[in-house]
């Protein structure tokens, strides 16, 4: 690791046209340091975001782990994108699943749900969420398509989803689920979910 960084700083300095022996002294001295320290603060500020984004993920999945399991069984989020591309009209939007937590009888989906081409009924879904914000879906009543076919293979009867942003590339939104048939989720769990929401989306830096 220490012959790593030895080996990028003369990198470095060699780009900046000075060499090991302009850190004796004087002007040349002067701006070899400055790349060096330069160099190192840049280092130390990429590891700085790396442990942040670790920090971030962590904390994205506690935020869905707390809401309670007796009616909301399932908490995922997911990415509306273009395979790092901005959307666009004339490409295939796609769908992934970015976190999961699920508990019986749910199942994992985040390795089937990844790069997933989302026909004219999720798009409609997905348009409609941007609008109004807040979606509430209940499988008997969906329209066919993917959406609904994935809720009846894996046993979802009723889908809360939230937009929780998006930037130049991707749309975020959330979906919290249950196996029973119901009309809402009752008042302990949507103020849970309503916390974590605001959790979530500041730890997305939206």
Not at 92 to 118: K, N
Not at 163 to 171: F, M, N, T, V
Request: proline share 1%.
């Amino acid at each position: 690791m220490v012959a790593a960084t030895i080996d990028e700083i003369r990198t470095e300095m060699a780009q900046n046209d000075i060499d090991w022996g302009a850190l004796i002294g004087g002007a040349a001295g002067a701006k070899a340091l400055d790349v060096l320290w330069n160099f190192l603060k840049i280092k130390s500020q990429a590891k700085s975001i790396a442990s942040r984004n670790i920090s971030d993920t962590v904390a994205i999945y506690t935020a869905l782990q707390s809401i309670p399991t007796h009616q909301c069984k399932r908490r995922i989020i997911f990415k509306a994108h273009n395979g790092g591309k901005a959307i666009d009209s004339r490409t295939q939007t796609r769908v992934s699943v970015m976190y999961e937590d699920f508990h019986d009888p749910f199942v994992s989906i985040i390795e089937e749900v990844q790069g997933w081409r989302m026909d004219e009924s999720y798009a409609r879904m997905v348009n409609t969420l941007c609008k109004e914000k807040l979606l509430i879906l209940s499988t008997n009543s969906m329209e066919k398509g993917r959406l609904k076919d994935l809720y009846e293979s894996t046993g979802v009867k009723y889908s809360c989803l939230h937009y929780l942003g998006e930037d130049a590339k991707s749309i975020y939104f959330s979906s919290f689920a249950s196996d029973n048939d119901i009309s809402e989720f009752d008042a302990a769990t949507r103020t849970k979910i309503e916390s974590a929401i605001d959790k979530i989306i500041k730890h997305l830096h939206l």
